[in-house]
């Protein structure tokens, strides 16, 4: 169940006229007052021929005429209005049981305490099924006005225990971390204009992008200007950055302006200050473009970067460390979105954009805590080639777990919010884990080896790993695995000490397809072949077999197909 505030209004005979009309596409049938102050006393226009919309206003407005009248100064946005919705699955309610619901939820806001004869007058207003309106004026019978701040909170305190009591649907309780949902201005005006997310979504959207290209506060807004998107920043008298704004352009007012929207209104986390400490407030290099223009290293030192995330994030120092290795991730996982092949930016710009709530929550991020997983977004973002296959591959497998890492650490801090987010977010890199490993998989399968030699490494494979053997040797993409490991030995490696190393990195309890899963690890801690001087030697042997040959050029393959074979341990 779900109770939106509104802003405050001016207008209860407007407001009214809403509630009891026909509403915007005639989806308002039989509206009627299921609750409300003093009930005998309320005309109800929906009920009584006689009574009208003018007589419900002037009742509910009395106290505040009162009030104007005796203190001689006129009371504005009196108005407090709260529609409260259920889920679209739940059951039918009776008018009854929505008038209960409304006067629990009047009471958790402060607007009619329970057993308070001198509270404010309100009325709930049933034209749905599935949902009421509150409208309320804030000026209680004593002349005093309600103590509403806070009043949100309380009022989801309340929708989360009637869920419980009336066998609704369970929402999560917020955290105060969540973004402001549009408003139906905002999503009637994107519709209006024919787009697809509101301007606040949109800008949102356009400012979480722009992190990783900048250091500073100044440059992100620089960088936004250069990009299209208004900016209007605030500033003291000696010019230091206090604040800004943010439009989308073609967002203007009646008066034809530009609409602007505080960093703080667009979301919790990207006001200026804290937007500051994310940029400003890691520990630089002692080279700082030690890493750059080397397009061909910078997805590989992504994946180190993330090594954070072998381990449970709780062995961290402390929270605060923790919640800066998620919030860099998700800057991480940006950053990769923007510079990934063109058939795999759509499933990473969704993860990026879900995995956004998990970002944020009520711990304090030590930014400088996960400076590593920041520079590595910041070196991707100014690359200016795509990675390899293998190496995107190897780096998404490692977005995907420090994905998973991250939701198992909300759900033990009791961030529902943010667990859920990571979820939501693993199911798009999952699909872009596959979809990037493809075609290195089709390649691999070309070359399967001899099967003594895939004997051979499955007797490594028993020996590495034994307690994940049987799923990994049954497992699709196991020849595929076979084959690498057969090009790893060829390449100087030891496919032993190879699978040790790459079961270790993380656990493959929870894999779904383990030998994937280790084919991704073994290409990234693979490439830098180490000597072996029996692969040099068959190297040697392929190449004289091949130098001469009739049909064939003069140049051997990079690594013969089958290693050749070895004494099984």
Partial sequence: ?????????????????????????????????????AMLAVPDPGRDENATLTQLARYLDEPVRLRNSEFGKKITGHVWHCPVRAAPEDRHLSDAEWGEIAQRIVAAAGIAPEGDDLACRWIAVRHADDHIHILATTVREDGRRPKLHDSGIRVGDACREIEKDYGLRRLKKGDGTGTRAPTQAEMHKAQRLGWEQTSREWLQDRIRAAIPHARTAEELLAYLEADGIAVKARRGPSGDLLGYAAGRPGDLNEDGEQVFHPGGKIAPDLTLPKLQGRLEGGQPEEHPTARRNQPATAWHQATEALDT?????TDLTDDTHAQAHITALGELLEATAQNAPTHLRAELQA???????????????????????????????????????????????????AGIIAGRWHEAKGNAHQADAARQALHHLQTAAEQALTPTLVVLEQRQPREQTRRTLAHDVRAAVPDQAERILTDPSWPALAALLADAEAGGHQPHQLLTEAAAQRELGTARQPARVLITRLQHTSRNPSPNPRAEAARRRTTASWTGQPGHGTQPPTAPATPPNRPRR
């Fill in 1 to 37: 169940m779900i109770a939106a505030i509104k802003p405050s209004g001016a207008n209860t005979r407007g407001l009214l006229a809403y509630l009891y009309g026909p509403g915007r596409h005639d989806e308002h049938t039989d509206p009627h007052i299921v609750a409300g102050f």
């Fill in 309 to 313: 995330f072998r381990t449970d994030l």
């Fill in 351 to 401: 993860a990026s954009q879900v995995f956004a709530r998990a970002q944020r929550s009520q711990i304090r991020a030590e930014n400088r805590a996960a400076h590593a997983i920041r520079q590595a977004a910041r070196d991707i973002v100014h690359t200016a080639t795509g990675p390899d296959g293998s190496a995107l591959a190897a780096l998404i497998a490692a977005l995907l777990w």
